[in-house]
């Protein structure tokens, strides 16, 4: 029984000192504190293997440096172009909304000289149309006789010259063909 008792009673007066240890000691500190590192060659600065290992092993850490920081400078590289893309991209659809809606308005300039130009040989005389139509070019013409109104159109072509007729019915049947 003696054998027993006497760790049983170290351990009984053993415990209250240490929670009185561990209360007024830094838990964090004592428990996970590490030791600094040794230096790679503490104890082996007689093995020539040793030292040419770590010599190595420095060479090598620091090209792994360098590479790591010309990786850092080619991503920022590659930022700075990326936002150079986006910005020329923004300015280039800019540009192009600015043409869409300039290509609009000239679209809507002509369309309106165009339908100002009907409506005069819409008033014009047959005659008097004929004469003019006669004497622009014939894909004008034909534009012209398929905007006008359709009564004033046969009227013009039947004041025209047979063979000016012809032609410019061909150019309305061929502009309708290509139409389609």
């Known amino acids: 029984m003696r054998k027993t008792g006497l760790p049983v009673i170290g351990l009984i007066l053993a415990l209250p000192a240490a929670a009185y240890g561990l209360r007024h000691a830094d838990l964090g500190a004592s428990l996970f504190a590490v030791a600094e590192a040794p230096t790679m060659l503490e104890g082996c600065g007689d093995v020539p293997e040793a030292v040419a290992l770590a010599g190595e092993l420095n060479v090598r850490a620091l090209r792994i440096e360098r590479y790591m920081e010309e990786l850092e400078n080619r991503k920022r590289e590659i930022a700075e172009a990326e936002l150079t893309l986006k910005n020329k991209l923004a300015e280039l659809k800019s540009v192009r909304d600015g043409m869409r ?5 000239d679209k809507s300039a002509v ?11 819409d008033q014009m005389k047959p005659a008097e149309a004929a004469a003019v139509i006669g004497n622009l070019p014939p894909d004008f013409a034909a534009e012209i006789l398929m905007r006008i109104q359709p ?24 502009r309708s063909a290509k139409n389609r």
Do not use: N
């Not at 809606?101 to 308005?105: C, D, G």
């Not at 025209?160 to 049947?173: D, I, S």
């Open 111 to 121: 369309q309106s000289d165009i339908d100002r130009l009907v409506a005069v040989y």
């Open 101 to 105: 809606s300039q290509r609009t308005v």
């Open 151 to 174: 009564e004033a159109g046969a009227r013009i072509i039947a004041a025209v010259a047979p063979e000016q007729a012809a032609m410019l019915t061909t150019h309305m049947g061929a």
